[in-house]
């Protein structure tokens, strides 16, 4: 499979190293749009986009125009997915997007649905969340932690909505946003009571199951139309 790698920093050259112990090709390598090329793009079976929210969207329009999938690990363009759905709709494109490529964050977030509905039936406990992230990461909760949200808020009758912040509302999760050196990803989720305390932990200790899972689906989604998570490749 050949691939074009939109975004080369750290996950672009992780990505670039998981993809060639495959079998693959990277026929480019594109830090922004003024390098982009559409005969050189078209050249790839599949699109890998990782790179800012600020540059996504344009990125995967750009993907839609000239007929690669793509499969895209950034976070923070979420305002956009109806625009984003109808663009690869009218461009009988294919979109993989995912907060977190990890198979093992992909089972954490079904863990913590589990433990959400467990929880919210006790109704003794206050739901917190911390998540932490190195410096280059712009967005904040993580989108990891906004499924993780999400994930709570569906099961625990009393949570409405999350703050990115410190909260004591009790129909409020207070997620607290990390940034620091050096730190692949970290996300914590606390219940506590006015006896005990239970925690859930999932922390990365590196780089490498989030390139794999994206190079997993560029392998899945190749053929395909339509807009595709993580959800959809797990479940076949």
Known sequence: MKLALLGYGKMGKEVE????????????????????????IKSADVAIEFTRPDSVVANLKACFRVGIPVVTGTTGWYDHFDE????????????????NFSIGVNLFFEINKR????????????????????????????????????????QIPDLARWENQES???????????????????????YTGPVDEITLEH?????SGF???AVVAAEWILNKHGVYTMKDLLNT
């Not at 009218?90 to 995912?98: D, T, W």
């Not at 050096?182 to 914590?188: D, I, S």
């Open 17 to 40: 190293r998981i993809a060639l112990e495959r079998g693959h090709e990277v026929v480019c390598r594109i830090n922004s749009m003024e390098e982009w090329n559409d005969e050189v």
């Open 168 to 190: 004591s509302a009790t129909d409020a999760l207070g997620i607290v946003s990390l940034r620091l050196p050096g730190v692949t990803g970290t996300h914590t989720i606390k």
């Open 211 to 213: 390139a794999s899972g």
């Open 84 to 99: 984003i759905k109808e663009a690869c709709a009218n461009g009988n494109g294919a979109l993989f997007y995912a907060t």
């Open 115 to 154: 433990a959400a509905q467990i929880m919210g039936k006790a109704g003794s406990y206050h739901a917190s969340m911390e998540e932490i992230h190195h410096t280059e990461k712009k967005d904040a909760p993580s989108g990891t932690a906004i499924t993780l949200a999400e994930g709570m808020i569906e």
């Open 203 to 207: 922390k990365a200790c590196n780089r």
